[in-house]
């Protein structure tokens, strides 16, 4: 019985640490064709809570194309969501598809 809470407290504790780091740093995918900059903006707006209200952990973001200097991409949230978002250098960030998947 001790061993088992032992573990099970073990497990939580990386659970929370491996959440902790991937709220400042989530994993980028499909970043082959992607400008630097554009890259490094997309990593800077991925970075923390979806909200104070919603405190879902950024996992990891694909990037799903670029059109006519607009990045198309979309954030994974821990536990469960999705947002659609765009980027462009001159209109900044903007959602396409809100958060789906709660």
């Known amino acids: 019985m ?9 497990s939580t504790i990386i659970l929370i640490t ?3 780091i991937l709220t400042f740093n989530p994993f980028l995918v ?3 064709d992607i400008p ?3 890259i490094e903006a997309i990593e800077n707006q991925a970075k ?12 990891f973001v694909t990037i799903d194309f670029i059109e006519s200097q607009k990045a198309y991409y979309t954030i ?3 536990p469960i969501g999705t947002v659609g978002m765009s980027y462009t250098e001159t209109d900044g ?7 789906t998947g709660l």
């Open 48 to 59: 923390g809570f979806y909200s104070k209200t919603v405190p879902l952990v950024p996992v």
């Open 36 to 38: 630097a900059h554009y």
């Open 2 to 10: 001790k061993k088992k809470f032992i573990i099970a407290v073990v």
């Open 76 to 78: 994974h949230y821990f």
């Open 93 to 99: 960030y903007n959602i396409e598809k809100p958060l």
């Open 30 to 32: 499909n970043k082959t």
């Open 18 to 20: 491996g959440l902790c």
